[in-house]
């Protein structure tokens, strides 16, 4: 047998009795080689012997007891936490440098329990944080591809309504370039009717003198006519010798009445047209007042077509700089589509990391310890209640969002406070359900536990309820068990899972 691989009680206890098998062997030396005057001496020498044989198994039974089973009990708990099995706390018994040793055995397996604790209560709050972000993400992935192809239709839109601004634009630049020539064409035509209305006044006015010749020529004739029928009577009056003069008087008389029936005819057309005149002036009034109103409507129209140029121009550049800003929109978008995607592989390789880590620290056994149990969830509640009443409801909800920094989380336990309403007012474990209305939220059997929590806190009290939810790591249906208290208007909760 190799003796380094004894236990150290094994190797004193041999150690001890080669000594002891030493001095027993002395002790019989020394016995028969007593003779003479020293052979009455003998007795004591066996009775010497046999003291120092029974001190040195006392001794060694004793060394063995105080340092060997101390050996071994540190032995056995390092060997525990070697194995990953912290379950069962460890009470230092030694004293001396072995105590001293079993003391930093016991704190070093106690931090490691708190360690692996934490690890694991916070590799849940990170799936569960991540799991939500997942979420999130894949809603926002999805919101931002329906707004990516969205702007993809609004940019096409509007390049297609750039274009069509842009034609009006144009169409509105020629428009009053043809209402400016119109206008041009419109006040000649009105300046050529107003000369025609001048002409026209001429003409009434020369009609009239006219009129007032033939008047003049009419009076003429009958003067003439009336000299004619004198010279006539004369004529008659000197007989034969008048015959000639008679029928010179017949044939003026003739020439006065044609000459009246002419200037009659002749004041009748002058009459009539300057009838057709009159009415041909006021026709040309009429036309030339219209004209006034064409020119002046034709000017309006001028004016607003030169501002609808001017305003489809600026429309027109106003579109191209809402296109340029849809297009940019649609880039970030798209930008945007790829963080979220990034931030969604982040996401999903944060939850596989906190998975892998819980995975790593499975190892340890924390036993009964690893989670907490009724007694410590309803302690800490009304621990909860203490705090509030002592500081206020905001401080309560203040110190319960701090989360790991604050007093109210341990291990998987942690406060929880809901309104009236449903809606969390302050989580322990996960800011992202801070605000969030819980009335209708459901565990997987479909069971509203948050309202029912509600409503028997405010008709009871106090109160526990049950409901299955699923582990953000392992994602395995556990049951939880929830302690509440209602204090003032808001339900304090703690729950804990069920072994």
């Not at 190799?2 to 236990?7: A, G, K």
């Not at 979420?135 to 931002?144: E, I, K, V």
């Not at 009076?219 to 000197?238: H, K, S, Y």
């Not at 997987?444 to 009871?460: E, L, P």
Request: hydrophobic share 45%; net charge negative.
């Amino acid at each position: 047998m190799n003796f380094d691989h004894r236990t150290i009680g094994a190797r004193l206890v041999i150690s001890f009795g080669i000594i002891l098998l030493l001095v027993v062997v002395l002790t019989i030396v020394a016995a028969f080689n007593m003779s003479g005057p020293n052979a009455d001496a003998m007795p004591w020498i066996i009775a010497l012997g046999s003291v120092t044989l029974l001190v040195g198994i006392v001794l060694a039974w004793w060394i063995n007891r105080s340092i060997g089973q101390p050996l071994h009990e540190a032995i056995v708990v390092a060997k525990r936490m070697a194995g990953g099995d912290l379950s069962e706390p460890f009470e230092a018994s030694a004293k001396g440098e072995l105590g001293d040793l079993q003391q930093a055995l016991q704190e070093m397996s106690e931090r490691m329990f708190q360690i692996i604790a934490k690890v694991r209560s916070g590799t849940t709050a990170v799936a569960s944080t991540s799991g939500l972000i997942t979420t999130d993400n894949t809603a926002l992935s999805s919101r931002t591809e329906a707004q990516a192809s969205s702007l993809e239709e609004t940019a096409s839109s509007m390049e297609e309504l750039t274009s069509t601004v842009r034609q009006n634009a144009d169409n509105a630049r020629q428009a009053n370039k043809l209402v400016s020539s119109a206008t041009e064409s419109a006040v000649k035509g009105g300046k050529v009717v107003d000369d025609v209305v001048v002409t026209m006044g001429s003409i009434k006015d020369s009609s009239r003198k006219i009129v007032d010749i033939i008047s003049v020529i009419d009076g003429i004739a009958f003067q003439t006519n009336i000299l004619a029928l004198n010279a006539a009577v004369e004529a008659a009056r000197a007989g034969e010798q008048g015959r000639g003069f008679a029928v010179v008087a017949a044939e003026v008389r003739s020439l006065a009445q044609r000459s009246a029936g002419a200037a009659k005819e002749i004041k009748n057309l002058i009459g009539d047209s300057v009838g057709k005149v009159d009415a041909g002036g006021a026709l040309v009034d009429q036309a030339g007042q219209a004209m006034q109103e064409i020119v002046a409507n034709v000017k309006r129209v001028a004016s607003i077509m030169s501002e609808i140029a001017a305003a489809s121009t600026e429309q027109s550049a106003g579109i191209e700089e809402i296109n340029k800003a849809v297009m940019q929109i649609d880039g970030m978008t798209q930008q945007n589509a790829s963080l979220v995607e990034e931030s969604l592989r982040t996401a999903s390789g944060l939850q596989e990391q906190a998975v892998s880590l819980s995975q790593t620290v499975s190892i340890f056994n924390l036993g009964a310890r690893e989670y907490g149990n009724a007694e410590e969830a309803m302690a800490m509640v009304q621990a909860g209640i203490e705090f509030m009443r002592g500081h206020g409801r905001d401080a309560l909800i203040e110190e319960v969002n701090k989360m790991a920094k604050g007093e109210f989380i341990d291990r998987d336990l942690y406060i929880s406070i809901y309104a009236q309403s449903g809606t969390i007012a302050a989580h322990g474990a996960n800011r992202r359900l801070w605000g969030q209305d819980w009335s209708k939220i459901k565990d997987t059997d479909g069971k509203f536990f948050v309202s029912d929590m509600v409503n028997t806190a405010r008709t009871q009290g106090d109160g526990w309820t049950d409901y299955k939810w699923v582990h953000p790591v392992t994602k395995d249906t556990m049951v939880k068990s929830a302690y509440f208290e209602q204090c003032d208007d808001l339900v304090i909760a703690c729950g804990f899972y069920k072994q």
